[in-house]
């Protein structure tokens, strides 16, 4: 992985406005008109800003856990007050900015334009093996193919519930922003003042909505769990086609469960390595360590 080299192509309105609409409820980007203010204003709509920031730092961190990042680049209405907060990340981690005025209603244009850069540079740069997408429209379907078409590594990064399941598909790789180290999925429980207003005249609400929100966290925790679970079994089924004994190489098993379903990652679901993963499914699997040291494993 080390002669690995990554490009970052990130649709920057796309997750802004995903990311509000996903903290704050549907349509309240739109219904706030929240991309005239920027988080440094008083008010209400300044607060939500900050508590549905998107950490470009966290997404580049992890572009770059695939191989070095050669460059990277955010399109967007530059001239919108909350993108322009935006300016000190962007010059931080030294972002190649795409302007984009809109040309019909709200529609910049982001999507063809990426998609034509992205296609260019891979043809400019025969050095770049990976392409990291960031947005999860699913315009960018025909770009995902067409990158593992040129024989490039395709990793997708989307915002939960705005992420088309076609283009997680078309992805090599898919991780949820909200899984990404360092990133709370639920950053309007966790951003000071969250809950500000008359606490001491309605004391219960605030319990309220937070018992909801924990409420609803674990009933998503224990979907993600069975839905792993249940791919771990497909993968072991479709992996003991090609063995004599059921045994097969947990390196190999991984691989295919993310072939199966690119948003799969162990960490995510609170476990440390993959074998942990696999050890905690004692129930469905049985384990072994070989000569090697590598883990094998196969149903009970």
Not at 105 to 118: E, F, M, Q, Y
Not at 143 to 148: D, I, T
Not at 231 to 255: F, N, T, V
Request: with cysteine.
């Amino acid at each position: 992985m080390s002669d690995a080299r990554v490009a970052v192509y990130i649709d920057f309105d796309n997750m802004v406005i995903s990311r509000y609409d996903a903290v704050h409820g549907s349509g309240r980007w739109r219904k706030d008109n929240a991309r005239d203010h920027t988080p440094a204003e008083e008010g209400e709509v300044s607060r939500r800003l900050i508590e549905a920031e998107v950490d470009l730092g966290a997404i580049i961190d992890y572009a770059s856990s695939f191989g070095t990042v050669a460059f990277t680049r955010a399109y967007a209405d530059w001239s919108v007050p909350a993108n322009a907060a935006y300016k000190r990340q962007l010059t931080d981690r030294a972002v190649d900015l795409v302007q984009l005025f809109a040309t019909s209603g709200t529609k910049n244009g982001a999507d063809i334009r990426l998609s034509i850069d992205a296609v260019n540079d891979l043809f400019q740069h025969a050095d770049i093996t990976h392409v990291v997408v960031v947005g999860g429209d699913s315009d960018y379907i025909a770009l995902a193919q067409r990158c593992k078409q040129l024989g490039r590594f395709v990793v997708g990064i989307g915002v939960t519930g705005s992420t088309s399941r076609a283009l997680v598909a078309a992805c090599d790789d898919f991780s949820s922003y909200g899984d990404l180290p360092g990133v709370s999925d639920d950053a309007a429980a966790e951003a000071p003042g969250a809950d500000a207003g008359p606490v001491a005249s309605t004391p219960a609400k605030p319990v309220k909505k937070a018992a909801a929100k924990s409420a609803k966290a674990r009933k998503t925790a224990t979907s993600k769990e069975a839905q792993a679970t249940a791919l771990l079994r497909r993968a072991i089924r479709i992996g003991a086609e090609k063995s004599d004994d059921g045994w097969q190489h947990s390196s190999s098993l991984k691989s295919q469960m993310q072939r199966l379903d690119s948003t799969f990652k162990e960490k995510s679901l609170g476990f440390s390595s993959f074998r942990a993963f696999v050890e905690s499914h004692d129930k469905l699997v049985e384990t072994k360590l070989l000569d090697n040291g590598q883990l094998a494993v196969r149903l009970r």
